[in-house]
């Protein structure tokens, strides 16, 4: 066999071929990649800076592209965050693998820096035109531009064409990429649904938007608190491998072994060292030197400290949306009837610290800003790994698997047999976590652990519980409504024929009337009690913030003023009828509709806790 | 129950809840449930009789529907009975149709289709323990196609006056039995020796041309699969009237065995209340038999269990061995032994099989029929 040379390549030559493993493997998946590379970035550097963000975002079309079927798409993307010192700006946008968050373990949006240089490679893949930057920074007088391309054979970032410009800006980014892409809106990866989602999730966020076909939008902040993420805690032993472990100990210098497990490690104490003694090490090798420790003795130090037990990692690194600012941000989705929101204590999974947040709201019919959702076609599903949207491959990620393990039915809501939820609901789940584990470097499912699905259907039960108690106030109003409408259309129909067959007179055809109304007014109170109590587990649930109604005060004011008014004898309500010949609407007119007249007609107004 | 007291059985019934609604007091209609679980078998009786459930409707804001169309339907069939007009199923679902289009305070009773009025006419049934037919409402005269040169009936017409049909002057036509066989008077011309009711009408209809009725003195019949009301209540009648031993013969599988000929024998659970007009007890099991495979070399082949209807029709001769009555009952036990020999092997034999014996020879059918018959090889 022939010897073949043998050559290495730079990390920008590996993407450059492979672009679709992080996120350009369509026109459609190109567009949004771009987008959300950017607006990662800019929503973390706000974040860093403790600046409210408020961003601008156009997306138009540019003309044809030089791919097949695809046009040549404009994207924009502009932060008030506190602007890339120049000398910053090729490597963010020009350099794989260069970031300020790599490997830091926290709740940041991005992770590793290889995606906005991606978006840059794709931009100069396709339009032959790298990424035009516009930076300032508070200290600047004029703005820095630029446009940035990868070297790809070296991995590095170029700035052409850089100049400085008047900015009206006191500080900030903006990017502008053009790429061969195609725009789609809707649909679970349209464009839409992605800023719906970010939105959605950063309640902080005021955004403006243009996009093709529509005026353009702006979405104002619901949250004035900047969400700080907390800072990394140390590692616990048990997350690592043997290798990590060792290279671990080369960042402490000379330091005993005890010290560095001491200062390196969390949840390592003087007791747990008296544990590992107690595991086979001797005290020797934990009062030596790290640097001085052979590989032997810290394999046996490494299988010593597993074979311990220690607490659980600290969930203090992990960062939450929060109930109450979540349930602000629901009302962005579009017009809502009610929705519940929960924010699970963060906790433990796969070693890893992670906490769940759900928000599942109901949409009036028609009215949702995001597509499919009709009383029978599945409920909406909104994913978020660490507030970023996730919008493709959703079978496989563990939020739909916890969705569709959860007996929704129980809850009110139709369900095909292990399937998602049907209606005009949408459910949003979010996870947060320094460690999320993605099956695919474009960071679109996160891998189903039985720990994690497990959480995340617990996460939802509870919310699914704290829904169901308004779904069953509606089902106990339907219930009435039903009840109120049998009477007055059957009950004049059976004692006729009964009168016809039997030819009974006048006087027997009134009393049995009288009767029947007398008799089936008993089950109507029943219901009406029924509803009564139903009412108040909402009003209850409402008041301690479990649940949020759109106009509560209103409806369930209205709702128990009619309860009460019809409550002992549903003669009183039929005997109106009667008597005004033409009142029957107002006899059996649900409590429900008349809420919803009143809903249409009054500002929003939202009750919570 | 006797046809006249239909009316006054309804306006007694109708009566009785008009009282109760003028005394405020809750009515309940009470029917007897007619379930496999509230059947009963005795082989002295010879066919399912209904057990002591009864099914309760009391009037609340949830049955007012139900009634009502029950009430509505029921004076339906009372101005039918008075005039003597007759209707199908369809029919009295198109009439209420016309009732409700015509009367829009009547709009309520509208049913969005045939299932919804059918289910209010089987519940009149039982609330008032009578046949459909009671109510002049018919089925379509289905199966049952009978051929003899010997039998003579005489039908009693609505008014009274008499059709006398002589079975052997129709040729190759066959007599055509009515849904209300109970009108039916019938005569032997001959002795008859037998009655034969093969499952399949085309066997039925080849066994005829070949000659099967002028060889022997019988009565030829198809039964065009799961019998009829008219099926069920001509048996019953030949077997009632004319005395004459009735064999079945029809496929080899567990749907023959446990839809077609448990019915034609014992009546089905779902009709528990007439199954004494509508059932033959004596009916015997001629084939094709187990037995009969291997002693005839016959083709058979295995059931294709993934085969949607097979699979349900094997699970459903499961359950049956262990709810059915009639299967459960020891005086059945050839019959129940033919379904675990289906069961457990699984394979199936058509009744045309017998045609693979002597595939030149029209007539071998014919022969084996007769030679099992003769030599009593049926169960």
Known sequence: MAKQKITSSSTAEYFSKNLQQVGFSSPTKAVLTTLKEAIDNSLDACEEAGILPELVVEIEKAGA??????????????????????????????????????????????????????????????????????????????????????????????????????????????????????????????????????????????????????????????????????????????????????????????????????????????????????????????????????????????????????????????????????????????????????????????????????????????????????????????????????????????????????????????????SLPQGPYVIAVSLVSPFIKFKNASKETVDASDELVEEMRRTLIQAGQRLSRHIRKESKEADLEEKLRHIEQFCPILVDCLCRITKAPDSRKKKATEGIIKLLGRDVNAAKRDLKEANTAVKDAVSKGKVHVVNTDDVLKETEEEIESGSDDVEGDDAKVKASGKGKKAAAKPAKKKAEKKQATTKEKRVTA | MKEETVPQLSKKLCNILLTDLENARRPVLEAIKCSLDNAKYSPSVGYLTPGSKRVRTELNVSSVQKMSRAIFLLEIFLRNLETGAVNTKREIYYISKGETKHNPSLKPLDFADQDESDSVIDFICEMLECYREELNCFANDRGGQTYSNQLEVTETMPDGEKAVVDLGSLGTSPFQPKNRPQSLQLRAKKKIDFCLVVESEGTANTFVANGFCKRNNCILMGAQGVPSNAVRGWCKLIQDQLKIPIYFFGDLDAYTMQNIYRTLKAGSAASLIRNSDFSAPDVKFLGVLPSDIKKYDLNDYPVKENDLQEARALKKASDALKNDPFFKDKKNKGVTKILHWLLENKRRCEQQALFTVDPRDPTMPEKIILEKIKAGDYV
Request: one cysteine or more; hydrophobic letters at 40%; charged letters at 25%.
């Open chain 1, 65 to 418: 592209g030089t791919l097949k079927n695809t046009d040549l798409v404009r994207i924009y993307v502009e932060d008030n965050g506190p602007g890339l010192e120049v000398e910053e700006v090729s490597a963010v946008f020009g350099e794989y693998l260069a970031s300020s968050k790599f490997g830091r373990g926290r709740c940041s949006r991005g992770q590793q820096g290889i995606g906005i240089s991606a978006a840059t490679t794709w931009a100069q893949l396709t339009s032959a035109k790298g990424v035009r930057v516009v930076t300032k920074t508070a200290k600047m007088r004029q703005a820095v531009t630029g446009v940035v391309e990868v070297d790809i054979k070296h991995n590095k970032g170029v700035i052409k064409d850089k100049k400085t410009i008047q900015w009206t800006k006191p500080h900030g980014v903006s990017v502008e990429f053009y790429i061969d892409g195609r725009i789609q809106l809707n649909g679970e990866g349209g464009l839409m649904t992605y800023l719906l989602g970010t939105t959605l999730v950063n309640p902080h966020l005021t955004l403006k938007y243009t996009v093709p076909e529509q005026k353009a939008q702006k979405v104002e902040r619901v949250s004035d608190i900047c969400p700080s993420i907390p800072d990394a805690t140390t590692p616990h032993p048990h997350t690592m491998k043997l290798g990590e472990f060792i290279a671990h100990s080369h960042l402490f210098g000379r330091i005993a072994v005890s010290a560095w497990l001491k200062k390196g490690f969390s949840r390592i104490t003087d007791h747990v060292i008296g544990e590992i003694i107690k595991n086979g090490v001797s005290k020797k090798v934990l009062e030596q030197s790290v640097d001085k420790t052979a590989d032997a003795d810290f394999k046996a130090l490494f299988s010593a400290i597993h074979k311990t037990e220690l607490m659980a990692p600290s969930t203090r690194s992990v960062m939450t949306i929060g109930e109450a600012a979540f349930s602000k941000s629901v009302r962005r989705l579009g017009e809502v009837d009610f929705f519940s929101v929960l924010t699970r204590k963060p906790t433990i999974c796969d070693y890893k610290p992670v906490a769940v947040e759900v928000a599942i709201a109901r949409l009036k019919s028609g009215t949702a800003k995001i597509a499919g959702e009709t009383d029978d076609s599945p409920a909406t599903i909104l994913r978020f790994a660490n507030r970023v949207p996730l919008q493709f491959d959703k079978a496989a990620c563990a939020m739909v698997r916890a969705i569709e393990t959860v007996n929704w039915r129980t809850y009110g809501l139709a369900q095909p047999k292990d």
